[in-house]
């Protein structure tokens, strides 16, 4: 599956759909958590998604509950977090897993697009972010550690 926006994903709704909606956007792709150390990103995704939104950006989240089983909340219970914890407007979608047999199609191409350190593919841990040019090609892989207002330079650079 070469063609990002043409990937099935599934709404926090519960909806299957694709990403055809952000086709010709820079995105920031991102497997979230609401119990983990690094929830506090939410803050700083939200705040890059607002910076640059009108400019043709959007931050996406998937939740994940693969790691330290941090995401144990159903969909409407994430989008409350989401909203009342960090204000989010990004979407969100339906929880998936990143990671083994049942990797959802979307972390399966992000993965293999962009191995991360010694080329290997699997994600490591939650708030793991997959930055995507307008033409759909992933651009880079960035670590949980690192802070979403790190990103803002290379997001520029794709606007």
Known sequence: MSDL???????????????????????LIVNTASKCGFTPQ???????????AD???AVLGFPCNQFGKQEPGDAAEIAN????????TFPVFAKVDVNGEGA???FQHLKHA????LGSEAIKWNFTKFLVG??????DR??????????????????
Do not use: W
């Not at 926006?5 to 995105?27: C, F, M, N, R």
């Not at 939410?42 to 890059?48: D, F, S």
């Not at 307008?134 to 651009?139: A, P, T």
């Not at 670590?143 to 606007?159: N, Q, S, Y």
């Open 5 to 27: 926006t043409s990937i099935p994903v599934t709404t926090a709704d519960g909806a299957q759909t694709d990403l055809s909606p952000y086709a010709g956007k820079v995105l």
């Open 42 to 52: 939410y803050a700083g995704l939200e705040a890059l998604h607002r910076r640059y």
């Open 55 to 57: 400019r043709g950006f």
């Open 81 to 88: 977090f989401c909203s009342l914890t960090y204000d989010v």
């Open 104 to 106: 959802a199609p979307l």
């Open 114 to 117: 962009a191995p991360g350190l």
């Open 134 to 139: 307008r033409d759909g090609k992933v651009v």
């Open 142 to 159: 960035y670590a949980p550690t690192t802070k979403p207002e790190d990103i803002a330079k290379d997001i520029e650079a794709l606007l």
